[in-house]
């Protein structure tokens, strides 16, 4: 970015100058380390979510309570059905598994047989099936659910439970999740190392562009159970009633998931992942992207929804004291899935279970697990665990090289998967701007936002005034506002994706702009600069970019770009209510052009508009392997099933929007007029500074 803005200088002002920081004595930063009130604004989009998302979850809450019959549970069960299929993204149709066993490998007392099978065309599904020796007819069976361990069930914590449970005379089908195992999306073909990061990070960057054209990366991987499900019921060894679901962890999530959208299953025992949004909220925060459903608690959805779903089928939860998903919303759940199951008359075939530990496996859980599926799917197996010896790497592989991406030539991933949903869309030719309201969560600023001077710098011809403003969470985040001693009555706001200051140097666009009477204000907008960087990393952080965040806002129905859209707003009205200024015009940098889109959509107000190597689609960030992590944050989930950056430009035509860029943009942004579309090329004068636009 520091080359392009080089080059911003050189050819918007006619001049190259260096870019020279602040005056030595100059501290922009607006808020101060000793300001307790305001020092937590890297936290505050985080704690904003969590205040949005406990109001959701207590309306929730206050539907269930006022259920006090079984009729009622009936009708909570066919809301739940509803809105899980409406918030997982459409389901493929059933097409045919092509199974195939690669492999047997016989151990004695059990075989193996490793067998790949396609749960959509192309995209391939590496698992084993476990089968005990001496059976005597179709068996009880249960699929294994991995957790976040990148070699899968081949781990060591899962291989002990897999093959108790074969010891114990059950049939166990146990299968690779998308981006673990024999089934990474991203990995170097030498060596077999993945190159983005482990499981969560395999799950949620391409799980990110699933949600951006209306797909979840939980629909493919329920979809994987469920067509695990279909390949089970065709062998013989298989008692189709009596088949189960387990999983510890990431496998806790999968089995929960995907035995509440399958009937088939009978009964489902989840380990260490069902707590509630609450507790998850106040604690660990949102997970990648296979844990989040589309708007899920703006849907009225919760952890417990997925038992409650299922009942009254027998459900076990698997839990200990110290996890990760915490324990008092694991508690509140089974107090309020105890109430279904009551009315039901089946108090029985609802249990949890409980031990000392952290995020882990416990001898005591297991034997509960053991019994508890020996009570359920009638069967006389023992419920002591067992010792067991590890299976080798090389006894477990399934595929010829590996990799199913390797061995396979017309093998997709969830990327290749998004993409023809992609080609599926047909966004509407019109621009619905109530809808895109609607899909970023934007909310109309209502009253006139406080704010207050913490401190100013003079310079010549204009003094820098700090400032906070108060957002639309009750947060404050700073501004820097360039005042010139000579007005021009107009006004640019000036967005930066990475921090309010970058720009704001001697012989900068900012000093140049406030020399010649222009009022500039550049703000750090919520995420970004001071009000960036938050403690809540989560556990899909890419290059210092949260993920997790973004899915946060998701899951209420709200979006980063809206919020952030919000608070543009309040800055312009700003400007005309204190400032007087007779226009406002606004400069977009990069990713913040999609901001700048929206807000100027938005609000009238942001009379021009001017973009300055900008994010030129969402559909670019879907159509790339190898995408910016910088770009999810100013995406907006499920908008490519409506509108595009481009439509938002071409709304915009009125106030005759001028494009700067390092290449052409032509293509990019159909709707301009050529002489709007500036490419800056080494050697050439711009046609057009920043200057002669402001003057315009």
Request: hydrophobic residues 40%.
């Given at each position: 970015m520091n080359n392009l803005f080089s080059k911003f200088i050189h050819f918007l002002f006619i001049l190259f100058i260096p870019f020279v920081p602040i005056y030595a004595q100059e501290d922009l930063k607006v808020i101060q380390p000793h300001w307790v009130n305001y020092t937590d604004g890297h936290n505050a989009l985080y704690k904003h979510l969590t205040k949005q998302a406990l109001k959701l979850l207590d309306e929730r809450q206050e539907k269930i309570a006022a259920i006090n019959h079984l009729e009622g549970w009936k009708e909570r069960q066919k809301f739940i059905k509803n809105a899980l299929n409406e918030v997982l993204g459409p389901f493929p149709d059933k097409t045919p598994l092509h199974p195939e066993i690669t492999r047997r490998v016989e151990k004695g007392e059990f075989t193996m047989e490793h067998i790949v099978f396609q749960s959509q065309p192309g995209f391939y599904v590496s698992s084993t099936l476990f089968i005990p020796q001496n059976l005597d007819g179709p068996a009880p069976t249960i699929i294994y659910c991995s957790g976040h361990a990148l070699e899968a069930y081949r781990s060591f914590t899962y291989q002990h439970v897999i093959l108790n449970l074969v010891k114990k005379g059950y049939v166990v089908f146990a299968f690779d999740p998308v981006g673990q195992g024999e089934r990474l999306e991203y990995y170097d073909p030498e060596t077999l190392k993945p190159t983005v990061g482990g499981p969560t990070k395999q799950h949620s960057y391409p799980g990110a562009q699933g949600f951006i054209v209306g797909s979840t990366q939980a629909m493919h991987m329920i979809w994987d159970g469920i067509r695990a499900v279909d390949y089970l019921l065709t062998r013989q060894e298989v008692d189709p009633e009596r088949i189960a679901i387990t999983g510890r962890s990431g496998g806790g999530t999968q089995s929960s998931y995907i035995?509440?959208?399958?009937?088939?299953?009978?009964?489902?025992?989840?380990?260490?992942?069902?707590?509630?949004?609450?507790?998850?909220?106040?604690?660990?925060?949102?997970?990648?992207?296979?844990?989040?459903?589309?708007?899920g608690i703006k849907k009225g959805l919760d952890h417990p929804d997925l038992l409650l779903v299922r009942a009254p089928k027998p459900n076990l939860m698997i839990t200990t004291s110290r996890d990760i998903f915490n324990i008092q919303g694991a508690r509140e759940t089974a107090m309020e899935v105890k109430g279904i199951y009551q009315a039901y008359g089946a108090e029985q075939n609802f249990l949890m279970v409980e031990d000392d530990l952290g995020h882990g496996?416990?001898?005591?859980?297991?034997?509960?697990?053991?019994?508890?599926?020996?009570?359920?799917?009638?069967?006389?197996?023992?419920?002591?665990?067992?010792?067991?010896?590890?299976?080798?790497?090389e006894e477990l592989q399934v595929t010829a090289k590996g990799q199913v991406l390797s061995s396979y030539s017309d093998a997709k991933r969830v990327f290749d998967l998004n993409k023809e949903r992609l080609k599926q869309l047909t966004p509407p030719e019109e621009l619905n701007l109530a809808k895109v309201k609607e899909l970023t969560g934007y909310e109309v600023p209502e009253e006139e936002a406080e704010t207050f001077l913490v401190g100013w710098h003079q310079r010549e011809g204009y003094v820098i005034e700090k400032h906070l403003m108060q957002g639309e969470g009750g947060y404050w985040f700073p501004y820097l506002l360039f005042r010139p001693e000579k007005k021009s009555g107009r006004a640019l706001l000036y967005l930066d994706p990475d921090?309010?200051?970058?720009?704001?140097?001697?012989?900068?666009?900012?000093?140049?702009?406030?020399?010649?009477?222009?009022?500039?204000?550049?703000?750090?907008?919520?995420?970004?600069?001071?009000?960036?960087?938050?403690?809540?990393?989560?556990?899909?952080?890419?290059?210092?970019?949260?993920?997790?965040?973004?899915?946060g806002a998701m899951l209420i129905g709200r979006s980063i770009v809206g919020m952030q859209a919000g608070d543009v707003s309040r800055l312009v009205d700003n400007l005309y209510q204190k400032e007087n200024m007779e226009s406002v015009a606004g400069l977009g940098k990069g990713q913040m052009s999609s901001v700048l889109l929206h807000a100027a959509n938005f609000n009238e107000r942001i009379k021009k508009v001017a973009f300055l190597d900008p994010m030129t689609s969402f559909r670019s960030v879907v159509e790339k392997l190898n995408y910016s992590p910088k770009?999810?944050?100013?995406?907006?989930?499920?908008?490519?099933?409506?509108?595009?950056?481009p439509q938002l430009m071409?709304?915009?035509?009125?106030?005759?929007?001028?494009?700067?860029g390092e290449k052409s943009l032509s293509e990019d942004f159909p709707s301009l007029e050529p002489e709007r579309i500036k490419t800056t090329v080494q050697g050439e004068a711009a046609e057009v500074s920043l200057l002669e636009w402001m003057r315009e």
């Open positions: 035995a509440a959208m399958d009937e088939r299953i009978y009964a489902s025992a989840p380990e260490n992942y069902i707590t509630n949004f609450k507790r998850l909220m106040l604690t660990h925060g949102p997970q990648d992207a296979e844990q989040n459903f589309m708007r496996s416990t001898l005591k859980n297991r034997e509960a697990m053991y019994a508890f599926f020996n009570t359920h799917l009638r069967h006389n197996g023992s419920v002591k665990d067992q010792d067991i010896d590890t299976l080798s790497k921090d309010k200051a970058i720009d704001a140097g001697l012989d900068g666009p900012m000093d140049k702009l406030a020399k010649e009477g222009h009022m500039v204000i550049v703000p750090d907008l919520i995420n970004i600069g001071e009000m960036g960087k938050s403690d809540f990393t989560g556990d899909a952080n890419f290059e210092g970019f949260s993920y997790n965040l973004w899915f770009d999810i944050s100013f995406t907006v989930a499920g908008s490519l099933e409506t509108y595009d950056l071409e709304n915009l035509k009125d106030r005759d929007p001028v494009v700067f």
